[in-house]
């Protein structure tokens, strides 16, 4: 009987990640809550298995991330990890940009890259330039950008956070190649209120699922 459970458990888990890969491969972002403290266990098969389909991939953890400046931080480490491909959850864009013969794509990407001023940066403008990376990114080499928020919630509770929000769904929805993934195990009871409640920034935003465990 235990076999056959665990057969079964692994059926649905291998189900649910072929069900969550096409949705974000599709451009279909996702909310869903997971068993504590697993969110980088449970983001890792599927993201690999984006990346094997040619999609850019950047995993960010909030579970530390208390306010806007950290926030802005954090993020600009994750995507300039992203370019670099200094992080096991990106592609390399060197590697894909060994494989493109257009010469035009790779000025566009080191424009990019050049731009960068961190450091005379205010905590909202990094925002902006992070997001606004990860869309220009997408569009000049052709692909899709999957970036993974875990413990996405922690927003909420930052001071400003509610405002903070309303600013990324404006970026949010005016993206066409980045698609997102938002997941926690702590206070998932507000996680799902993000998404669920009319009143909240990210209402319908993304589509609830449920982690079979």
Known sequence: MDEMLSSSEHSKRNQFVRELVQRL????????AVP?????????????????????????????VDSIDKFGDALNQTYLSLLSGDTGWSNSIKGLLGNLSDPDVEKQIQDIV?????????????????????????????????????????????????LLLKRLRGMFQLQTH??????????TDLLRTLFSDRHQPFYRFAVELHFPG
């Open 114 to 162: 050049d731009e960068v001023d961190l450091k005379r940066m205010s905590a909202r403008e990094k925002v902006d330039w992070a997001f606004g990376l990860s869309e220009r990114l997408a569009e000049s080499l052709d692909t899709r950008v999957v970036v993974w928020f875990h413990e996405w919630q922690s927003i909420a509770h930052m001071k400003d956070g509610d």
């Open 25 to 32: 491969h599709d451009g279909c972002s996702v909310t869903f």
């Open 178 to 187: 980045v698609t997102y993934a938002f997941t926690g195990s702590r206070d």
């Open 36 to 64: 504590r403290d697993s969110g980088t266990v449970v983001a890792k098969e599927p993201l690999r298995a984006l990346r094997e389909r040619g999609c850019l991939t950047a995993y960010l953890d909030l579970s530390s």
